[in-house]
């Protein structure tokens, strides 16, 4: 009776069989989702960080390209003098600026091999709508009577490329009678140096935003 109750082997084998062959083709189009999703979020998850890193590069070269552009022009700027020029009783400042380009005279660049006094002039260039802060030197002459014209031959720096705009203001009192202001124009007929000069450049549209950059001047007593 006991043995009548028992399933025969020939039923239970076939099917255990089939379902240790292999996985049915529901299991594997359910891994196959499994696996590019798995996919697609490890290559979103790269390329965010590849973004970041690349973000990251940038900023750090643009931060360097800050600080070394702030270091050339304190430095410069520290050390102009403040000479003048006379003639028929009219005394003009070696020092003259508006809102895109000033000139001053200072010793050579630490760069260059030459000794002796040297005339900068730091401007806005445009070119193909495109603008830049270069810094212009050349040796100045002592016995000329005011800056050389610019049309005259000149070493080239080039300090920040394809900028916005850029745009210099100066601190001081071009009359002694007057209190210290911020001026657009400092011209070379004022009875005395600036004390500041600032540089504001506005960045173009997706890099980084240029901090204002207050350069000072040991102003004296003209010479």
Same mark, same amino acid.
């Given at each position: 009776?006991?043995?009548? @109750? ?15 062959? $292999? =996985? ?8 196959? &989702? ?17 973004? /970041? ?8 070269? %643009? ?13 410069? =700027? ?8 006379? %003639?028929?009783?009219?005394?003009? @400042?070696?020092? /003259?600026?508006?809102?895109?380009? @000033? ?15 040297? %005339? ?8 193909? #709508?495109?603008?830049?802060? &270069? ?6 002459? +002592?016995?000329? #009577?005011?800056?050389? +014209? ?8 080039? @300090?920040?490329? %394809?900028?916005? /705009? ?5 601190? $001081? ?5 007057? +209190? ?6 400092? #011209? #070379? ?12 450049? !506005? ?5 980084? +935003?240029?901090? !204002? ?11």
């Amino acid at each position: 009776m006991i043995a009548c @109750l028992k399933q025969p082997p020939s039923v239970v084998a076939p099917y255990a069989r089939r379902r240790e062959a $292999g =996985f049915t083709l529901l299991e594997v189009l359910v891994a196959m &989702v499994v696996l590019s999703l798995i996919m697609t979020t490890a290559f979103g998850a790269l390329r965010l960080g590849e973004r /970041s890193w690349e973000a990251g590069l940038t900023r750090a070269g %643009e931060t360097e390209t800050l600080r070394t552009v702030a270091g050339v022009l304190q430095r410069q =700027f520290k050390q102009a003098l403040p000479l003048s020029w006379t %003639e028929d009783t009219k005394t003009t @400042l070696a020092f /003259s600026g508006d809102h895109e380009q @000033l000139r001053f005279i200072a010793p050579s660049p630490q760069h260059h091999g030459a000794t002796g006094l040297f %005339e900068y002039t730091l401007m806005v260039e445009q070119d193909d #709508n495109i603008n830049r802060l &270069v810094l212009y030197y050349r040796l100045h002459d +002592p016995d000329s #009577n005011g800056f050389e +014209p610019d049309s005259s031959e000149r070493q080239r720096v080039l @300090l920040v490329d %394809e900028i916005k /705009s850029a745009r210099f203001s100066y601190f $001081g009192a071009p009359v002694d009678d007057d +209190p210290p202001a911020w001026h657009s124009h400092w #011209n #070379n007929d004022a009875e005395a140096f600036p004390q500041q000069v600032s540089v504001q450049l !506005e960045a173009k549209q997706g890099q980084q +935003p240029w901090p !204002e950059l207050f350069l000072t001047l040991h102003a004296g007593e003209v010479k």
